[in-house]
């Protein structure tokens, strides 16, 4: 590592101790990382190094490091400032080296940080520090004779209040008391909000909150995130509300040492400095930390959403015709091969106002006569549902029992459409045609598709517009990266847009390795990768074990074994007698091996060998089409008591969503999901799960289903009343010198 990027070892041993990782594992990720080295590359090919740790540990020291580098670089800033300044004594300089949060450096350094002109600067002007001074020492008499021998001032009245003033700052200043504050306001603060005074909402999507009050400590993110979406849109404002007289009281605690002339001034900038200056500075951070808490919390329920969502069971390698459909515009219709490639297109008017029925039909049967179709997709948008009555009646008249008919999520296919990438690969086709290839391919392979689109318009998020765009692209960012290494990548097949998020390979490096592959044809081996163009030695040993060759020169190149891994195979198809393509192709003959005689770490080899027994296995469940109801294609055909089919479509703290074949996705809240108690609806469902559910209400004027999971299960049993524990009293105090974790860094 360069000495620019080495963090002191009491935070290097914090960073283990807060992830319970082993130091060692923390410092070799580290060096890895510096070396260029890809979270994914880490997690599979150097177990030995770091102990096996794995994706999520090894993404949180990443994330750790990130921060405490941050913090290295302000920390030498600010010593350099105070230093500059004068005023760095030995004992603040110690404090300044010895804090691991950030709010704490900043709360350290405000004394001397520079600021604008304030009443306490004036009062200093006028040489009242001294004065100041003599009252927060709180010793001695004489205190109003003292104060009449200051002559910047017009009287004693105003040499008392200029003091007051500075200490006022003073306090308001102090680390210690701020950090107090900090966590009394985390734990005995309420979230007031309120509508604002002629805000329109005419949907009265905010109505709950137009009063409403929720302790800080205790408000969940979509509650706090729906208050800030309000506030944004001025129909809401929002307060941090705590008693002033309890925080009054805490302070008077904190610097009143001894009673004496002096208290009456100390007591006079102790009520100044919260009301005017400790409240509103302090309500803010609070704020902040709420926004920062919940946008963490709303990040993490997208990343999980997206996660399934990319992960969805793909229906493999097949011809599959996709179908955009509309109404009034006709159902634009467009044929993929096995491999993704466009073939042909077309429009039908199967539905209102047209009605060809017949016309739609013969259309369908010659682009599936003549493409070898084996499914057809069509995307959930408007007329759905009456598309899908067509095409089924259609196979079931021409006894087509072999195509299968699914409905696919279109959310985001509009978005490609438009897009450069969708222009690039189709420059002479319709946006509508772009759309109903994307819904084709879908159904092939979520991942390879939904890549190409931005994840924000995808559909599974909570608030996501509302959050920290740069946090939430990193955090989507990383889980494309992630299931798309978990699940390989075909190297003479994949888009650019795919190969990008391959670990080791940029969007210019993509872009070269597909145009290499359309001026010299398919790869035959993974080593050829580096006659590409900007492919070197590290970007091959952190993209090749990802990549995959199927019918290549060598078989181990269409399985996830590292071509560094190459040898140890060799010598294990050695010990038994045969070549690599027997041995792949009858993998009960690793029974034999003796793991003793080979050259290679434990980890490795336990992965090679279970790479072997089903190589090139894709880790995805295996495809499942849902089956909505017949005869309920709209919201006015769902009727309370229904049992529904549907597919889950989005998770957030408070329920799940359910598409149900109606354009109208039903909510099946938090309490409905399961016959148990249910933290988080994580926990029970995920995007793309097929669930049944029984309808409770429906609202058509709101556009609403409600749905209910928990109707379907046998009651839970009684296990009686549980006695609830006496809570444990915790003074304030307390709760200041443990400072909750909620301060440091997550």
């Not at 078989?555 to 070549?579: C, Q, R, W």
Request: proline share 4%; with cysteine.
């Amino acid at each position: 590592m360069s000495e620019n990027k080495s963090l002191p070892n009491e935070i290097l041993i914090h960073i283990a101790q807060v992830l319970n990782v082993p130091l060692k594992g923390v410092l070799a990720v580290i060096e890895l990382l510096d070396e260029g080295g890809t979270v994914p590359f880490i997690a599979r090919y150097r177990k030995e190094v770091t102990g096996n740790l794995d994706e999520v540990q090894i993404r949180d020291i990443e994330e750790r490091l990130g921060y405490f580098r941050e913090l290295e670089q302000r920390r030498a800033t600010i010593l350099a400032s105070i230093e500059e300044q004068g005023k760095l004594t030995d004992e603040l300089k110690a404090r300044i080296l010895a804090t691991i949060e950030k709010s704490e450096l900043e709360d350290l350094y405000l004394p001397y940080k520079p600021k604008r002109r304030t009443k306490a600067t004036i009062a200093k002007e006028k040489g009242l520090e001294p004065l100041a001074d003599w009252i927060w020492a709180q010793e001695g008499a004489g205190l109003l004779e003292y104060a009449a021998t200051f002559t910047g001032v017009a009287s004693v009245e105003e040499a008392l209040e200029g003091a007051r003033h500075i200490l006022a700052e003073r306090i308001s200043e102090d680390a210690d008391l701020r950090k107090g504050l900090r966590q009394m306001m985390w734990d005995e603060g309420v979230v007031a909000s309120r509508k604002m005074m002629d805000a329109k909402d005419e949907q009265e999507k905010f109505k709950m909150y137009y009063e409403y009050r929720e302790p800080v400590a205790k408000i969940p993110s979509h509650r706090m995130l729906a208050i800030r979406r309000g506030e944004s849109e001025n129909v809401l404002y929002f307060l941090i509300e705590m008693e002033a007289e309890r925080a009054v009281g805490w302070l008077k605690s904190r610097v009143l040492r001894e009673t004496g002339e002096w208290t009456p001034q100390l007591e006079l900038a102790i009520e100044d400095s919260w009301s005017r200056l400790l409240n509103s500075s302090i309500q803010t951070e609070v704020r902040l930390e709420l926004k920062k808490r919940s946008d963490e919390e709303a990040i993490r329920v997208f990343k999980e959403n997206l996660e399934n969502l990319l992960l969805s069971a793909p229906a493999g390698q097949i011809g599959v015709l996709g179908i955009d459909p509309g109404l009034r515009t006709g159902c634009k219709v467009a044929v993929v091969d096995q491999t993704g490639k466009y073939l042909a297109n077309d429009v039908i008017y199967p539905g209102v106002p047209r009605n060809d029925v017949a016309g739609a039909a013969r259309t369908l049967k010659a682009l599936i006569d003549r493409w070898s179709v084996k499914a057809i997709a069509i995307g959930n948008g408007t007329g759905s549902r009456e598309t899908e009555a067509f095409v089924r009646g259609f196979l079931k008249a021409e006894g087509l029992a072999g195509i299968f008919c699914v409905m696919v999520n279109e959310s985001g296919a509009s978005i490609y459409s438009a897009s450069d990438i969708a222009r690039a690969e189709f420059p002479d086709l319709d946006l509508t045609v772009r759309g109903a290839i994307s819904i084709a391919r879908r159904l092939q392979d979520p991942l390879a598709e939904l890549v190409k689109i931005d994840p924000k318009s995808i559909g599974v998020g909570q608030y996501q517009h509302d959050v920290d765009q740069r946090q939430l692209q990193q955090g989507l960012e990383a889980v494309i990266e992630s299931c798309v290494n978990r699940v390989g990548v075909d190297l003479n097949t994949a888009s650019w847009a795919l190969l990008r998020y391959v670990a080791g390979v940029t969007e210019r490096t993509a872009q070269k390795i597909v145009e290499y592959r359309n001026e010299n044809g398919a790869f035959r081996s993974r080593v050829q990768l580096m006659a590409v163009t900007g492919v070197g030695p590290k970007t091959f040993e952190q993209a090749a074990g990802f990549l995959r060759i199927r019918g290549g020169e060598n078989p181990l190149d269409m399985t996830a074994v590292h071509p560094e891994s190459y040898k140890v195979v060799e010598s294990i198809a050695g010990m038994l007698g045969v070549g690599l393509e027997e041995l792949i192709r009858k993998p009960e003959l690793l029974a034999g091996v003796k793991k003793d005689g080979l050259e290679v770490g434990v980890y490795t080899l336990n992965d090679i060998l279970e790479e072997l027994k089903k190589p090139g296995r894709d880790p995805r469940e295996q495809f499942v089409a849902p089956s909505f109801k017949e005869g309920v294609n709209e919201l006015k055909d769902v009727q309370e008591g229904m049992v529904l089919e549907g597919v889950v479509t989005n998770v957030t703290k408070f329920g799940a969503f359910v598409d149900v074949g109606v354009h109208q996705d039903g909510l099946v809240h938090v309490s409905e999901l399961s016959n148990r108690f249910v933290k988080d609806p994580g926990e029970v469902v995920k995007v793309g799960q097929i669930v049944k559910a029984k309808v409770l209400n429906v609202d058509l004027k709101a556009k609403r289903i409600a749905l209910s999971l928990k109707a379907l299960m046998a009651p839970a049993p009684d296990r009686g009343p549980r006695r609830q524990p006496a809570p444990k009293q915790i003074s304030v105090d307390d709760k200041i010198s443990a400072l909750a974790n909620k301060w440091k860094m997550r």
